[in-house]
C-alpha cells in the first residue's frame, strides 16, 4: 500500500540554523499539509499547498516557514532561523482530493526537531 | 476559525466492551467534514471514519460509528467490541472550504485485556 515517508526520523539543529524536513507524499495525490505536534499537545495545522501554491496557513506559518515542491515527487519545509520552541514533531500529509470533498489525508510517520 | 474540543484526555475500556469519545466543534461553514483519526503508539495517524457535515445518517466502518449532532456541534466515536489494538490516541479533526484541518487535543484510550 502507498505511503506518505519523511526524512529523517528525527533531527537535531542549534538556535538559529536553517533546517529542512523532506517528504514524499503519495504518487498521485495533488494536495499536501504540513502539521506540527507538541510534545503533549494537539496536532496544529501549519500550511496545506496545491497547484504548486500554498493555499491555506496558519498564523504559526510565520516568515521563517516556506514550502517547495522542488521536484515532482518531494515537498519540504524549511524553517530558516529556528528557535527553540520549533521542538515539535512535524507531519506531513497528502491527498487526493481537498477535505471538503472527502480527501483522506495520508500522514508520514513524522519528523521530530529537537532545537538545542 | 474552527475549534474542536475533546474534553476527555484519557480514557480506559475492557476488552470486547464499547466505549464512546466525545467530541465538539465549533464552525460557522455549512460545509464541512469531520474526522477520526487514530494514532497508535510510535506510529502515523490513520484515518478511521468520517463525515459529511450535510449527510443525516451516522457514518459506520465496521466496530467504528458515529453520534452526529449537527444542531448541538457533536461527533461522538463510538468503538464496538473493543480490541487491544484499538489502543492509541484518538484525534476529532474538522476540515473546512479551504484546506485547513482543526485537531482537538485528542483523547488516549487503552484498552484492557
Known amino acids: 500500500e502507498p505511503e506518505v515517508t519523511q526524512t529523517p526520523s528525527h533531527q537535531v539543529t542549534q538556535m538559529g540554523q536553517e533546517v529542512i524536513l523532506r517528504c514524499v507524499p503519495i504518487?498521485?495525490?495533488?494536495?499536501f499539509y504540513w502539521y506540527r505536534q507538541i510534545l503533549g499537545q494537539k496536532v496544529e495545522f501549519l500550511v496545506s499547498f496545491y497547484n504548486n501554491e500554498i493555499s491555506e496557513k496558519s498564523e504559526i506559518f510565520d516568515d521563517q516557514f516556506s514550502v517547495e515542491r522542488p521536484d515532482g515527487s518531494n515537498f519540504t519545509l524549511k524553517i530558516r532561523s529556528t528557535k527553540l520552541e520549533d521542538s515539535a514533531m512535524y507531519f506531513c500529509a497528502s491527498s487526493d482530493r481537498g477535505p471538503t470533498k472527502g480527501g483522506e489525508q495520508y500522514f508520514g510517520p513524522g519528523t521530530r526537531l529537537t532545537v538545542t | 476559525a474552527q475549534t474542536v474540543t475533546q474534553s476527555q484526555p484519557e480514557m480506559s475500556v475492557q476488552e470486547a466492551e464499547t466505549v464512546t469519545l466525545s467530541c465538539t466543534y465549533d464552525t460557522s461553514e455549512n460545509n464541512y467534514y469531520l474526522f477520526w483519526y487514530k494514532q497508535p503508539p510510535s506510529r502515523q495517524m490513520i484515518l478511521v471514519i468520517r463525515q459529511e457535515a450535510y449527510k443525516q445518517q451516522n457514518a459506520t466502518e465496521n466496530r467504528f460509528s458515529v453520534n452526529f449532532q449537527k444542531a448541538a456541534k457533536s461527533f461522538s466515536l463510538k468503538i464496538s467490541d473493543s480490541q487491544l489494538g484499538d489502543t492509541a490516541m484518538y484525534f476529532c479533526a474538522s476540515a473546512n472550504t479551504g484546506n485547513q484541518f482543526y485537531f482537538g487535543t485528542g483523547t488516549s484510550l487503552t484498552v484492557i485485556p
Open positions: 504518487s498521485n495525490h495533488l494536495y
